[in-house]
């Protein structure tokens, strides 16, 4: 590779990001073509995808060495000092050109080879066909040619850009469409039109040709604006929350009020409140609804796949929420390529759009822990790479570009192997019976919305809880299916062994026969053993924890005793890995 | 005194408001000397709806036309609302509530006269936790002795009868140090760390004064702490008053250790807040939890500055400091602020929990309850005289012990595999602690107890929350028992609002609930078990 001149450097350190006394754990640093790698003494590695690399920076010499910093798009922030100004200088350019890459063809997703032949690769791009999806709605039917429906409702979700109606201008055209589709919906005569902007965008906007509909010269429309703000808005804010929550030695009040003066839960509420109102349109009234923002391809997208996701219980499964993805955002045009900045381009076009979205998911499975098939871990996942390059399902800003990249034929599709590790996202409080046909209907008072911290901190381990909650459950559940699984097999041992025995007596002493050389029930046992044991011990692992992952032993300078450095192997921490 | 005087009108027709989720209820309302009672009409259900009326915080009455509305704002936080037909009937019934819910006297509180099915008197009321906790000292350390010099309670009125003290220092030596510390709270053992060899101590402030006066008893107990525990331990210190609160403390008799007069042991200030600042706190997180058409910011821009995450985090890490002093650098630690009865308690509490797995257990956890706060003399009237919503202006109320039971919300939730007790149990203790039929949260110490005899008189709440019905809503399914300290991250990001308390009532979390539950059929197994399993033919 032409850009990398050092690939490995030894004695480098990496510092603890929250430490106010410079803790660090040193290692040797490697560079590669795809990755950055750094191998602690512990043998732990750590490795950055250059395509997750958001901005590298080169501080000020040290007298310890040369501390470069690399914020990771991952929101991952990584800290190191490198001992000589000159390795450091040639890591710094390498990561500089790695990371932002000037065409399409050399991102990762085009090298990037999981040992599958074309045909598995194409099998992978048809997982997820929106022609079957449109099917499972009931389009297209007498009513409906194509767009979005929802299956229960005559209702129906449409989505565009706005109209170009200046102070003045009308086209008679655009307006008997909307009048076509309000009249599709037998049910009801008027049609909901959501502006997803804040209204003084939208009036701005008419002194540029563009604008809103007016009310008077569609019929039956009723115009809503919800007041989402723009994508430079959101990514100031973004911008301003990692700040805050990025300070060393961060106070309980000044982290709320960074939080407050964010405004980043107030955008994440404000676009959760528009898809209510959307939802609450067709459920309610009956009333079809066209969202719609300036171009139709950032709030229109939030608003119209978070109204679905409430309406239809189908994309809260796993599969469903692949497909609510490709349509709502991959086909009707997300410019993912430009938002998550996959190239080196304009940085103003760059937006935090689609974690918005993300977000607003992860607030609805706290508030309905039953409703969703998939965990948050599902969610990282699906975060980690709309940025990682390493599929093709996100590259490209729309269907077209897409098509002339030939992404189908020379990259992979994400979803297959996200299914393969289906088991690693599945919520294990899921309840598929109880809420299959039920619609969402979240409360947004303030009190409801959290800071996300597994999303904004995934990898500062020493802020989050000790033990999962949920890793346990998903074992137990396992456990039961087994033992669920083992009992049927002795039951229907039992009948079998009835049917030969007349004597019903001797049932019971017959069971006692099967039991110890039944080799089920020998499984079991052993599944028992095996299975609950390790999974305490890899609780264990993290949840002693030390107390010098934590900023209240630094507030003791008085203990100035040297730690002795194998102390912390005695809670088991030092091995984590995540 | 009669109960009768104070009523003035036996009962009305009313409707109860429960706020959003739960039905309105109609019937007959009734006033009695310790609760209020909402008797709904012979064809609905004969359940009766009932009150303590020692839960009523605050009343606020309204009349429009032939009839009124009074709204009772409660210690656990709930808002309740009354609609009362006639004028009079609601003026009247609103001053007798008034009347009977602010009444001080301890032995006609209602746990005097409550007398459940299935309990006997007596029970429960066994739990003498220095005595069982000596006996698990003694079995470690021989430095340790149970001294009875309190036994008639007074060389300490907020001591128990029996205290675990230096096995070197007699009782006389004991007394000279109990004068010289406020309230005669001299140093006694508060916990004893077995695998590094060191100890948790607790007292109140030194009389040290404007002279500097010194105690050579004093100085000698703590000198022999540090002889009886592990060779070459050292001791800090830890004054839950900032270095200068302290030093102004002085000008007032009180003061804080001179570092000449206690060689071996170290100074550290971790100012904690207490008093009518953490009420108001309190008050105003209330407040802010109150108001659900708030706008994101507000609600944000009220969490800050109310303060109360701030606490929380002050009081946990104080509390690890404290666990990872003797844990870590195998020092021995005593605690105190002033008076020693609040934030003192606080620390060495939760610093137990963290180091302590048997603390943790549910058995484990009422004890240390009874041994750090209740017999350890926290003054639970005079705190949890009022809660969040009295007008009344605050005189000793401080809800130090609800941020004590909020930091181990925080620590469930950072180790929920670790405690085996849930946030139901947690819940209960609030409660309780701000009104209940049981005689345990009753008086200010130990010696109050004695004198109004509640051990006799009134059922514990241990008794009352151990009977198997109580178990599924307190204990946590998914313990398992963790020997690790549990070191908790006490970033703000770390930390949240406790909505099962806060928001208990203005925001029930439902889903919330049913997830739990699924989490129990989960555990147990129960759930395909009882719908699919033909009955075993065997």
């Known amino acids: 590779m032409e850009h990398i001149r050092t690939t490995k450097v030894e004695q480098v350190k990496l510092l603890d990001r929250f430490s106010t006394n410079n ?18 003494s512990h043998q732990k590695e750590t490795w950055i995808l250059h395509h997750h690399i958001a901005s590298v920076e080169k501080l000020a010499l040290t007298t310890a060495g040369c501390p470069l910093v690399i914020q990771c798009k991952n929101f991952r922030i990584v800290h190191f000092i490198v001992p000589r100004e000159r390795d450091c200088h040639d890591i710094y350019n390498s990561l500089l050109q790695l990371s932002k890459q000037a065409k399409y063809e050399d991102l990762y997703a085009f090298s990037y080879n999981p040992k599958q032949n074309d045909s598995e690769r194409l099998q992978g791009w048809q997982l997820i066909d929106l022609a079957e999806e449109y099917k ?10 194509l767009s979005d429906a929802n299956r229960e409702y005559k209702a129906a979700i ?25 009249k599709a919906n037998p049910v009801n005569r008027y049609m909901y039109v959501i502006d997803t902007r804040p209204k003084l965008n939208a009036m701005a906007n008419r002194a540029a040709g563009k604008g809103y509909e007016n009310e008077d010269n569609y019929s039956n429309i009723r115009f809503q604006f919800v007041g989402i703000e723009n994508i430079h808005v959101m990514r100031s804010s973004l911008q301003k929350l990692l700040e805050v929550s990025g300070t060393k030695g961060l106070s309980v009040n000044d982290f709320y009020s960074g939080l407050e003066s964010s405004g980043w839960l107030r955008h994440i509420k404000a676009v959760m409140d528009a898809a209510i109102f959307l939802a609450k349109a067709i459920m309610v009234e009956n009333a079809s609804v066209l969202v719609h923002c300036s171009d139709g391809w950032d709030r229109t997208s939030q608003v119209c796949s978070l109204g679905s996701l409430l309406l239809d219980s189908y994309y809260r499964t796993i599969k469903g929420f692949m497909v609510l993805i490709e349509k709502d955002w991959i086909s009707f045009g997300h410019k993912f390529s ?16 689609f974690t918005q979205f993300l977000e607003c998911v992860w607030h609805l499975t706290e508030q309905f822990p039953q409703a969703f098939e998939f965990n948050e871990e599902f969610l990282l996942q699906i975060h980690e790479h709309i940025h990682s390059c390493q599929f093709g399902n996100f590259l490209g800003n729309c269907q077209k570009e897409r098509e002339e990249l030939k992404l189908k034929e020379k990259t992979y599709s994400l979803w297959p192997f996200l299914l393969e590790d289906q088991k690693k996202y599945l919520n294990p409080l899921y309840s598929s019976k109880s809420q299959r046909f039920t619609v969402l209907e979240p409360n947004t008072v303030s009190f409801n919305f959290k800071f996300w911290r597994n999303m904004y901190h995934q990898f500062d381990r020493t802020l989050h809880p000790r033990q999962s909650v949920f890793n346990i459950i998903m074992n137990m559940n396992e456990q039961n299916k087994q033992l669920q699984k083992d009992i049927q097999d002795l039951e229907s041992k039992i009948k079998q062994r009835k049917n030969k025995q007349t004597d019903g007596v001797l049932t019971k002493e017959l069971l006692h026969s099967v039991c110890p050389e039944s080799p089920t029930l020998k499984t079991s046992l052993c599944f028992k053993e095996q299975t609950l044991l390790p999974v305490n011990d890899a609780l264990r692992t993290i949840e002693g924890s030390s107390p010098a992952d934590n900023r209240y032993s630094e507030y003791a300078e008085e203990f100035s005793k040297p730690e002795p450095a194998v102390v912390s192997l005695e809670y088991g921490v030092a091995r984590m890995t995540c | 005194m009669e109960f009768s005087e104070l009523i003035r009108t036996g009962r009305a027709q009313a409707q109860l408001l429960r706020g959003p989720e739960a039905p309105p209820l109609r019937g007959t309302l009734c006033v009695t000397g310790h609760h209020l009672l909402l008797s709904p009409g012979p064809q609905s259900t004969p359940d009766l709806w009932l009150l303590l009326l020692r839960n009523v915080d605050s009343i606020e009455k309204r009349v429009a036309g032939d009839s009124g509305t009074i709204t009772l704002r409660c210690k656990d936080l709930r808002v309740l609302q009354l609609e009362i037909e006639g004028v009079e009937a609601t003026l009247d019934i609103a001053r007798s509530i008034e009347a009977l819910s602010s009444l001080e006297s301890v032995i006609t509180s209602f746990p005097f006269f409550y007398r459940p099915k299935g309990l006997r008197l007596g029970d429960a009321w066994h739990f003498h936790p220095p005595e069982r906790y000596y006996k698990r000292v003694a079995r470690e350390t021989d430095a340790w002795r149970l001294s009875e010099v309190n036994e008639d309670f007074s060389l300490c009125p907020s001591y128990p009868r029996a205290v675990i003290v230096p096995r070197a220092v007699d009782d006389d030596a004991l007394a000279r140090s109990a004068r010289f510390r406020q309230g005669g709270r001299f140093p006694v053992l508060s916990y004893s760390h077995s695998p590094s060899g060191t100890v948790l101590l607790r007292s109140s402030q030194p009389l040290t004064g404007p002279q500097k006066r010194r105690c050579a008893e004093d100085e000698e107990l703590l000198r022999a702490v540090l002889a009886g525990a592990r060779p070459g331990a050292r001791g800090f210190i830890l004054d839950t008053r900032s270095a200068q609160a302290a030093k102004q403390a002085r000008m007032t008799g009180g003061g804080t250790e001179a570092k000449a007069a206690y060689p071996g042991w170290k100074r550290l200030h971790r100012p904690l807040e207490r008093g009518r600042p953490l009420q108001e706190s309190f008050v105003r997180l209330v407040e802010a939890c109150g108001d659900p058409e708030q706008s994101m910011d507000r609600w944000l821009s009220r969490l800050e500055g109310c303060r109360w995450l701030a606490h929380v985090k002050e009081a946990l890490s ?33 610093a137990q929990l963290i180091l302590d797995p048997m603390s943790r257990t549910m058995a484990g956890f009422q004890e240390l309850i009874e041994r750090e706060w209740i ?24 809800p130090t012990f609800l941020l004590f039971l909020d930091c181990v919300w925080q620590l469930g939730r950072q180790f929920p595999l670790s405690l085996e007790f849930g946030e139901g149990l947690l819940l209960a203790l609030f409660e309780h602690a701000y009104a209940s039929p049981f005689g345990t949260f009753l008086c200010n110490s130990e010696k109050e107890r004695c004198l109004c005899e509640v051990r006799t008189r009134t059922h514990s709440l241990w008794s009352g929350l151990n009977q198997p019905k109580e178990q599924r809503k307190l204990q946590n399914p998914l313990y398992v028992l963790n020997p690790l300290a549990i070191w908790p991250s006490v970033e703000p990001q770390s930390l949240r609002l406790w909505q099962g308390l806060f928001l208990r009532w203005t925001h029930p979390p439902e889903p919330a609930e049913v997830a739990w539950e699924k989490v129990w059929q989960i555990v147990t197994g129960k759930e395909e078990t009882e719908a699919s399993q033909p009955t075993a033919s065997a």
């Open chain 1, 23 to 40: 803790k660090s754990l040193t290692g040797t640093l490697y560079l590669t073509a795809t990755h950055l790698l750094f191998i602690d």
């Open chain 1, 158 to 182: 449409c989505r565009c850009s706005q109209p170009l109606s200046g102070f003045s201008a009308r086209c008679l055209e655009d307006e008997h469409l909307l009048q076509a589709i309000s």
């Open chain 1, 338 to 353: 430009e938002r998550c900045g996959h190239l080196d381009g304009d940085p103003k076009e760059v937006s935090p759009v």
């Open chain 2, 375 to 398: 017999q350890a003399g926290h003054p639970f009237q005079l705190r949890c005289a009022h809660s969040a919503f009295s007008h009344a202006r605050p005189k000793h109320e401080a």
């Open chain 2, 318 to 350: 104080t509390a690890c400091l404290a666990a990872q002093a003797m844990e870590r650098e195998g020092a021995c630690i005593l605690v105190h602020g002033a008076e020693g009865t609040d934030s003192t308690l606080l620390v060495t509490s939760l």
């Open chain 1, 136 to 145: 499972r709605m009931g389009v297209p039917n007498s009513h409906w040619q």
